[in-house]
Nanobody, 113 residues
Framework: EVQLVESGGGLVQPGGSLKLSCAAS????????MQWVRQAPGKGLEWVAT????????YYADSVKGRFTISRDNAKNTLYLQLDSLKTEDTAMYYC??????RGQGTQVTVSS
């Protein structure tokens, strides 16, 4: 069974940082492109970042470029998202995603003073 389990969310002040993790199992993680997506309260799903299977190619939404960093450790079957310089508008449930639409249960990030 394919499973994605996110962790690392929490409450942080504007300008702060968090690192999200996603533990993958049930498929050959190292052969798949992976993504992070998020959903803010009352809004639709928003793509955040993509990383290729080897980790050498990354893409970011304009809204997070320069502040967030996607990475992966294929030996640990784990996907990461480093969130820096957080803004209140980054408040959302964050999901790791195996394209096209397989997601975990999500981890909540709340940015508030």
């Amino acid at each position: 069974e394919v499973q994605l389990v996110e962790s690392g969310g929490g409450l942080v002040q504007p300008g702060g940082s968090l690192k999200l993790s996603c533990a993958a199992s049930g498929f050959t993680f190292s052969t798949y492109t992976m993504q992070w997506v998020r959903q803010a309260p009352g809004k639709g799903l928003e793509w955040v970042a993509t990383i290729n299977y080897a980790g050498g190619v990354t893409y970011y939404a304009d809204s997070v470029k320069g502040r967030f960093t996607i990475s992966r450790d294929n030996a640990k079957n784990t996907l990461y998202l480093q969130l820096d310089s957080l803004k209140t508008e980054d408040t959302a449930m964050y999901y790791c995603q195996k394209p096209p639409t397989l997601r975990g249960q999500g981890t909540q990030v709340t940015v508030s003073s």
